[in-house]
């Protein structure tokens, strides 16, 4: 098979495998991406999240992860819900509305894999999703498949930014698509705006370590800064608000992948529910969430952090 036949059959296996969009960069040394990383990282915007001042060859380099890697496939997979909780309701991230995102796209990944070396026969390739150091953001727009916007995330012209990204490392050699080179977010400033806590700043840096979704979900101190309170507009688990404000994102359609679509409590459980929640009925409840990574402990440290005086329900 030559690699027009073996690029076209990697794409069609991604559509059918459940990924909405599928790009192929040459596999190479992300220098600029290297010298971003360093200077966020030496400028502390990480906070507390230490891991990712490890591995940081393994971050640039792809070949240190597969030897001798040539290609790197990106697939983004929507996860836009249908539906939307009670907006009186502490506020959850729209991506864990449903299960965990690394079990399912794993699995997805794992099959996309199998198929393309029961037709092409074994090759080296590594999976992976938002688990190990890779800069899937950066691949993915070296993929073509969309821009960084100036709130870091990847936006796709046709879909927005509602979409988890795998990235899938391989000694295949395969056609090479041609990275998005044009940023259409143009003087637009909605998300830097709208940011509760000025975590967004000028030529697309975020500050990781002023986002509400660092606050309540990676940092793990059981005490939350007094003077973020006012920002957190109720903000329980991740925060959407850059992602809501943005005009690409009226192009985003619900997803078809059941394992996204929203759970009941999601859905339904009012500040009181949440609230009368117990540690065990939240390990049964969410154990396929990715709430789960907060911890019950985590959880209910935000609820107490952005309660009010009211009595609402």
């Known amino acids: 098979m030559n690699i027009y036949d073996r690029t076209y059959f990697v794409k069609q296996t991604a559509t059918a495998c459940g990924f909405e ?12 991406d290297a010298r971003r990383l360093e200077a966020w990282l030496n400028k502390g915007m990480h906070g507390e999240m230490h891991y990712m001042e490890k591995h940081f060859e393994l971050r640039i380099d792809p070949s240190k992860l597969v030897p001798g890697a040539k290609s790197v496939i990106t697939l983004l997979k929507n996860y836009y819900p249908s539906k ?22 794993r699995k997805q990944l794992n099959v ?41 995330m990847l936006i796709n012209k046709e879909s927005g930014s ?10 295949l050699e395969l056609q090479y ?9 143009g003087t637009c400033t909605k998300c830097i705006d709208a940011c509760p806590t000025d975590a967004i700043m000028e030529n697309k840096v975020v500050n990781g ?23 957190f507009d109720n903000w329980m688990f991740g925060c959407d608000v850059c992602q809501d404000v943005c005009p690409w994102n009226r192009f985003s359609k619900p997803t078809q992948d059941a394992a996204f679509k929203p759970i009941d409590e999601i859905l339904n459980f009012s500040k009181k529910d949440w609230n009368n929640l117990t540690e065990e009925s939240f390990k049964i409840i969410f154990k396929d969430s990715p709430l789960k990574r907060s911890k019950y402990k985590g959880i209910m440290r935000n609820l107490k952090f952005i309660q009010s005086d009211s009595n609402e329900n």
């Open 21 to 32: 969009f599928c790009g192929i960069a040459k596999a190479v040394k992300l220098d600029d």
């Open 112 to 152: 996309f894999l199998d198929k393309i070396k029961n037709e092409l026969g074994d090759f080296q390739g590594r999976g992976f999703v938002d688990s190990a150091p890779v800069l899937e953001r950066s691949w993915a727009q070296r993929t073509g498949l969309g821009w960084i916007g100036k709130n870091g």
């Open 209 to 231: 370590s002023k986002c509400i979704s660092y606050f309540t979900i990676e940092l793990k101190d059981m005490l939350l800064p007094t003077d973020m309170k006012p920002k």
């Open 177 to 185: 698509d041609a990275p998005a080179v044009k940023d259409f977010c």
């Open 84 to 105: 939307i909780p009670h907006p009186n309701a502490p506020k959850v991230s729209k991506y864990a509305y449903g299960k965990d995102y690394h079990d399912t796209i």
């Open 162 to 171: 509602f979409f988890f990204i795998a990235t899938l490392i391989t000694d």
